[in-house]
């Protein structure tokens, strides 16, 4: 026999109900809470149901749910609501794509502009577009990846853009029309050897 199996034996002849009669109400509640964690069936229950319930609190009275409803609107009309950080004043917001392109006629240091995935509109682009052709500082201009298709004539506008503006060396759009796409791919073999 080996000495695992001995070690077995010596608790086969234990009487359990004994050791949990000596047991005090505090240490059967921990035994209790022990084993219910211990149960491998205790995930397949629902959620309400895995834990024991812990409130030790005995019920204040009936409850009266019309009362209750009553006392909630009390204090939800008696409590003030904080402040609006951007107290709001009735103006319209600028759409992005025009605040970009006014941005564009001011600024004369930026030199890259990411706009992509921001969907934008085709009217939008039309304004960045126009934009960037007074603006000579600008060498990158990434507007792929926009909300939807911009159109021919925006596809246009770019390559017209593009030819423009020979200060523009990096061009982020993928085109659908062969028309512009040529334009464009000439446009910045130019604007890139102008700048060499």
């Given at each position: 026999?080996?000495?695992?199996?001995?070690?077995?034996?010596?608790?086969?002849?234990?009487?359990?109900?004994?050791?949990?009669?000596?047991?005090?109400?505090e240490e059967?509640?921990?035994?209790?809470?022990?084993?219910?964690?211990?149960?491998?069936?205790?995930?397949?229950?629902?959620?309400?149901?895995?834990?024991?319930?812990?409130?030790?609190?005995?019920?204040?009275?009936?409850?009266?749910?019309?009362?209750?409803?009553?006392?909630?609107e009390q204090?939800?009309?008696?409590?003030?609501?904080?402040?609006?950080?951007?107290?709001?004043?009735?103006?319209?917001?600028?759409?992005?794509?025009?605040?970009?392109?006014?941005?564009?006629?001011?600024?004369?240091?930026?030199?890259?502009?990411?706009?992509?995935?921001?969907?934008?509109?085709?009217?939008?682009?039309?304004?960045?577009?126009?934009?960037?052709?007074?603006?000579?500082?600008?060498?990158?201009?990434?507007?792929?990846?926009?909300?939807?298709?911009?159109?021919?004539a925006v596809?246009?506008?770019?390559?017209?853009?593009?030819?423009?503006?020979?200060?523009?060396?990096?061009?982020?759009?993928?085109?659908?029309?062969?028309?512009?796409?040529?334009?464009?791919?000439?446009?910045?073999?130019?604007?890139?050897?102008?700048?060499?």
């Amino acid at each position: 026999m080996s000495s695992y199996q001995k070690e077995l034996e010596k608790y086969r002849d234990i009487d359990e109900d004994e050791i949990l009669r000596t047991l005090s109400p505090e240490e059967l509640e921990q035994l209790d809470c022990e084993l219910q964690e211990m149960d491998p069936e205790n995930m397949l229950l629902p959620a309400g149901l895995r834990q024991r319930d812990q409130t030790k609190k005995s019920p204040t009275g009936p409850l009266d749910r019309d009362a209750l409803l009553q006392y909630l609107e009390q204090q939800a009309l008696e409590v003030k609501e904080r402040d609006d950080l951007v107290p709001f004043t009735g103006e319209k917001k600028v759409p992005a794509s025009q605040a970009v392109a006014g941005m564009l006629r001011e600024n004369r240091s930026l030199q890259s502009l990411n706009i992509e995935s921001n969907f934008i509109s085709s009217t939008g682009l039309m304004a960045v577009l126009k934009a960037v052709r007074e603006n000579a500082t600008l060498t990158e201009l990434r507007v792929d990846n926009q909300r939807q298709w911009p159109g021919d004539a925006v596809e246009m506008e770019m390559a017209t853009v593009l030819e423009q503006c020979p200060s523009i060396v990096r061009f982020g759009y993928h085109f659908t029309q062969q028309g512009p796409r040529a334009r464009a791919a000439q446009a910045m073999t130019r604007n890139n050897e102008l700048r060499k």
